[in-house]
């Protein structure tokens, strides 16, 4: 089990961002959350497996079709287990 946090600006708010990301990550089984910052970026934490993230992390690389992405940075860490039962949308 694994756990990527990802931060990303550019134009990412106000095009679906974070509505598509939850598709994509349901799609991929995958569970945690994505946020609006106050600085215009977006961020994200998924848990899964290390192959699902990866294709997770690649599809955040342009987001969905209005987005724009300047900048991403995307960490990785191992868990012993998933600590989120979904991935939700926080405001």
Known sequence: ???IHVMISGDVQGVWFRVSAQDKANELK???????LFSNAVEIEAEG??????????????GPPNATIEKISVEWEELPERQFS???IHK
Do not use: C, P, Q
Not at 49 to 62: M, N, P, Q, V, Y
């Open 1 to 3: 089990m694994y756990k």
């Open 49 to 62: 497996k290390r192959d699902e993230l990866a294709i997770f992390a690649g599809w955040l690389t342009t």
């Open 86 to 88: 979904s991935f939700e």
């Open 30 to 36: 995958l569970t945690g959350w994505v946020k609006n």
